[in-house]
RNA sequence: CGGGAAGUAGCGCAGUCCGGUAGCGUACCUGGUUUGGGACCAGGUGGUCGCAGGUUCGAAUCCUGUCUUCCCGACCA
């Protein structure tokens, strides 16, 4: 029977979970906070991992893997990227377990294998990974190091939401060292530009490129630059952050380098990252009440045939021709499913696969085969239409390209339309509350003010747009001069 | 971590107040009829009621503890 979903307007947060859930994205475990991704969802994963990576690469990115555990002796020792991580962190006390005298059956810690330094499970791993580069960096012919690693990290979340916030969670971090500040800077805007391009193109989710403020900033960077998403409920998403961290880190763990002139300086750094959050903005940016909206790009399947058939003779004729389909599809790089199952009706898999978000359906019956046409489906506006057989791979084709853009462009003019600028305190608050989405306002550029806001509002200020123009005004709250107006937002 | 809700068959739920050995829908299996938007008929399989203690002749039900999840807050990618 039909899996109910919960829609936008009535439950936000259940259309989402059940999106995820339904969808066949990621299950709840039996560990506080941690998901399980399924199949689907790791297909989806793949892909990501797959479009990034070669972006990655192409910027002159290797990949390398440090070790989950970090000392705490190491972790310590960046003082602020230790207090911003010091309250999520999972801690290794111990390296074994015995059998309980006093519980049969029943194991409990050995209390003698206490470990002489706890180790600390990777909240991020600046701190390992800078430790490491002390020994591969003694001249500036060892630089720059630039180096990408696929992970899984543990933040001890204290409310966890699937995909969005969860306590382990996959991501890549690069970690890169270079010999001056200015190439550091151009590493840490280079990766942000990956990261906006790579949504906007591959997810079909626009993003707002910007700084942090220094509050909302990564702890131990000098400077944390970011891509913003909105999301169908108005709220926003950070979805990538990439930091300039300047010679914190190096100076923590006494990086340095000889130059040219036989000088010695610390090693300049920057970090970067994305998650599988982005799972969840891709889900909650696209999505409808019908199930989830796969952009073609990084879809898992990008088209699903259904045949429609009387007995097993009717089938036979249908899976022969469809399986020239198939292949012709797959010649061309198109990721193609033949349902040919005997134990769903043609209804059901259609919805099925519209909650599924698979870009195109082809259904082909033997009605089709007379006019050699097949009835073709697109997820993203629902329409049908009845094309011919006759160049169907060049038609597909095409039309995965036409979704792609068409879910952007969607996506871009929601974000467009919520975009408001205000000018006075009552508009910014009416528009937080009723319209919703990002506010370019002015702001006095202070922390007390920025605190102050959050307090009122639960808004926050997203980032200073990148291309931001100057524009002399004043802050909605305090009324003092502001030099440029900045986004603000709720977020996620 | 504070406030609220929940955990019973793969999934969704009833039963819990008032203790007596578990039920409905769906899914699954078998057979038949079906198949262009979530099929129908008949017959079946499947649960130590989240976990651990306790009270009792007897616990899904009462008591204590604990784990997990959802929603709203504080914290965060």
């Known amino acids: 029977m039909a899996k109910e979903l919960s829609t936008r307007a009535q439950d936000y947060s259940q259309w989402y979970n059940d999106l995820v859930l339904k969808g066949e994205l990621a299950d709840y475990s039996a560990v506080r906070g941690c998901m399980v991704i399924k199949p689907y969802g790791y297909a989806l994963w793949e892909n990501m991992q797959a479009s990034l990576d070669k972006m990655f690469k192409d910027t002159g990115h ?11 002796s190491l972790f310590e ?42 180790l600390i499970v990777r909240p991020t791993s600046e701190a390992i990974i800078w430790n490491t580069y002390k020994t591969w960096i003694q001249s500036y012919r060892d630089l720059p190091i630039l180096v990408n690693q696929w992970a899984n990290v543990v933040r001890w979340e204290m409310r966890t939401r699937l ?4 306590a382990e969670f996959l991501w890549q971090e690069g970690h890169t060292a270079h010999a001056t500040k200015q190439e550091a800077i151009a590493e840490t805007v280079q990766m942000l530009d990956v990261y906006a391009d790579f949504a906007e193109n591959w997810m079909a989710m626009p993003v707002i490129k910007g700084v942090k403020t220094a509050s909302e900033r990564f702890a131990g960077a000098e400077d944390t630059y970011c891509i913003e998403a909105l999301m169908q409920d108005g709220k926003a998403l950070q979805a990538g952050t990439s930091h300039f961290l300047g010679q914190n880190f190096a100076k923590a763990f006494e990086v340095k380098f000889s130059d040219k002139n036989n000088t010695m300086d610390y090693v300049w ?36 045939i259904v045949p ?32 040919n ?60 390209l036409e979704i792609q853009s068409n879910l952007l462009n969607r996506a871009k003019k929601y974000r467009d339309e919520h975009i408001t600028k205000v000018d006075t305190w009552d508009e910014f608050v009416n528009v937080l509350d009723a319209k919703t989405g ?55």
């Open 163 to 166: 995909f969005l916030r969860t």
């Open 341 to 400: 199952t005997d134990h769903n009706r043609p209804g059901w898999k259609f919805a099925e696969y519209e909650l599924k978000g698979v870009p195109i359906r082809i259904a082909v019956g033997p009605r089709d085969l007379e006019n050699n046409q097949v009835e073709l489906a697109r997820r993203d506006t629902k329409e049908k239409s009845a094309v011919s057989m006759d160049g169907l791979t060049e038609t597909v084709s095409a039309l995965l």
């Open 269 to 304: 750094a920057t970090s970067w990252g994305v998650s599988t959050r982005l799972i969840g903005g891709l889900v909650m940016t696209h999505s409808d009440d019908e199930g989830l909206v796969m952009p073609p790009r990084l879809a898992p399947i990008q088209v699903v």
């Open 438 to 492: 990002f506010i370019l306002a002015h702001w006095d550029g202070t922390p007390e003010t920025e605190e102050k806001i959050k307090e009122l509002t639960k808004a926050t200020i997203r980032c200073i747009p990148l291309d931001n123009p100057l524009e002399d005004g004043k802050c909605i709250l305090t009324g003092n001069a502001s030099i440029q107006r900045v986004l603000f937002a709720r977020a996620y």
């Open 77 to 118: 020792a960046e003082e602020k990227n230790a207090e911003g991580f010091a309250k999520e962190c999972a801690i290794v006390t111990h390296y074994r377990l015995k059998t309980d005298p006093n519980n049969k059956g029943k194991l409990m810690v050995d209390p003698d294998a206490k470990l002489e330094e706890e």
């Open 308 to 339: 429609i058939f009387k007995g097993d003779e009717q089938k036979a004729i249908l899976d022969e021709k469809v399986s020239g389909i198939v292949a012709s599809f797959k010649a061309a790089g198109i990721r193609v499913k033949y349902d």
């Open 62 to 72: 290797q990949n390398a893997y440090f070790p989950l555990f970090v000392p705490k």
